[in-house]
């Protein structure tokens, strides 16, 4: 998952536990609203009716203060409009048949479900009954008793929950959407680290960075860039080293080839002229010598299948053709040496592109590239075609690019894991250019494909 959506993901839960603190707290506070509304009815009651009680007793002062309880006419509209919805005031004591006056209950809230009311009434219990003596200085002045109505104070403080919850429910949603904008504004620059990271891991080491507000991003982008030129630089060192070590090999290669020359060359040479005259002296001079003339001519013939081998390595250790003859000329002439040596497989050359002016190191590991790939396929697979196609790429590529695919078969990821010497000096080489090697699966074979810059 994307760190942007790891980020908001775990933003909305912490809205949603802010949300449920919220509506747990809206839910109290609405309970004690009724408490505090029970408080405040009980007190407005109360002076009221102290007021009038106090009126009455000195408008009706030739009457006993026992006919004066309840006080009348208190059960009026300005009586009405001090009690708050949902509050029932009974005056203390009270009359016969008097039921207790309640504020307006219709039309304050919806009914609330079952399991609210269920939940408050468990957790909160039940409201409390408030007090309220009429009149401090006259204790027989009677009583205001004020209490919640449990059906109205349910449904206040479920219209209440409600309205806090769908400010807070928007607040929230504001909150996410506003958040998650500055997240993934903040986070933007990190596609273009990670791209710059995959561009690295393509060889691009030296990719430049876009500058950045945060400090955190802005010192991992320091830390790439260095990191970038470190490795370009290691990778400019090691193909310089890689270079030299090619032409160190390519010395030693010509110097081999030199002594192998000189000095067993001369010796088969002697051998076989040794052979040939012990062959032509026991035929000679013994009639029956034809042992010694037998082994005479295996002798020859064993040498001559070593000199064969000898041209063979010489002809692989010296310059490759490429230097003296061109690309080209050079990959006709290993095409056809390799016809004439078998019937089977075919192999077809292809040529695209102009060739002619491809010479000097790009030429010679194009062409050690085709030989050992053509070589490889010959000995290692029962192919019965074989492809080889050089195309020369123009335009921004500007490459070469070498390519043998065969039709024997085989896996290219196990051909990959156990290339051996003569694959890994091919790729050594072509590396050392600033190219590439890769092994693929063919349509019923085999594709090795190399691809070396002409600017190298």
């Known amino acids: 998952m994307r760190l942007v959506l790891q980020l908001v993901a775990r933003l909305l839960v912490i ?81 016969a048949f008097e039921k207790p006056l309640c504020g307006q209950s219709k039309g304050i809230g919806k009914a609330p479900p079952r399991w609210f009311a269920a939940t408050v009434q468990m957790i909160l219990g ?31 403080a479920w219209q209440h929950i409600l309205d806090n919850i769908h400010v807070a429910l928007l607040m929230a949603l504001a909150i996410a959407l506003l958040a998650s904008l500055a997240i993934a504004h903040t986070l933007a620059p990190a596609h273009s680290i990670v791209s710059a990271l995959r561009r690295m891991a393509d060889g691009e080491y030296r990719t430049p960075l876009p500058r950045v507000r945060s400090m955190e991003l802005a010192m991992i982008g320091r830390a790439i860039s260095d990191l970038g030129d470190r490795l370009a630089l290691a990778e400019e060192e090691r193909t310089v080293l890689t270079r030299r070590l090619l032409e160190i090999r390519n010395d030693e290669r010509r110097t081999l080839a030199r002594e192998l020359h000189d000095e067993f060359g001369q010796n088969l040479t002697a051998i076989l002229a040794f052979a040939n005259t012990i062959e032509a002296s026991a035929g000679d001079k013994y009639a029956a010598g034809t042992e010694i003339a037998q082994d005479a001519r295996m002798i020859s013939q064993a040498t001559r299948r070593i000199m064969a081998c000898l041209r063979d390595t010489l002809n692989r250790l010296r310059h490759p053709p490429a230097e003296e003859l061109g690309l080209e000329a050079s990959l006709v002439d290993l095409v056809d040496s390799w016809r004439s040596r078998t019937v089977q497989p075919m192999i077809q ?27 490889n396929a010959l000995r290692h697979s029962s192919a019965r075609e074989i492809v080889l196609r050089i195309e020369r790429r123009t335009g921004s590529e500007n490459a070469l690019l070498v390519r043998v695919e065969d039709d024997g078969g085989g896996d290219a990821a196990k051909v990959a894991q156990s290339a051996g010497f003569g694959l890994t000096g091919v790729s050594e080489r072509v590396t050392a250019l600033g190219g590439s090697l890769s092994i693929a699966r063919a349509s019923r074979g085999l594709s090795v494909a190399a691809t070396i810059p002409l600017a190298a």
Request: charged share 20%; aromatic share 6%; proline share 4%.
């Open 126 to 156: 039940d409201h409390a009954t408030v007090e309220r003596p009429i009149s401090a200085r006259a204790a027989t002045a009677g009583t205001v008793r004020v209490i919640a109505d449990p059906d109205a104070a349910i449904a206040l």
């Open 349 to 375: 050359l292809d040529l695209q592109g102009d060739l002619a002016d491809i010479s000097g190191t790009v030429a010679a590991t194009a062409y050690r590239v085709a030989q050992e790939c053509l070589t």
């Open 15 to 95: 809205v949603a536990l802010c949300l449920g603190a919220a509506t747990v707290w809206a839910t109290i506070d609405a309970y004690r609203s009724v408490d505090r509304a029970t408080q405040a009815s009980a007190e407005r009651v109360s002076q009221s009716l102290e007021a009038l009680y106090w009126r009455e007793l000195l408008l009706r002062s030739n009457r006993m203060r026992e006919q004066l309880l309840p006080a009348p006419d208190w059960r009026t509209i300005e009586t009405m409009g001090l009690i708050a919805p949902g509050i029932c005031v009974q005056f203390e004591p009270a009359g």
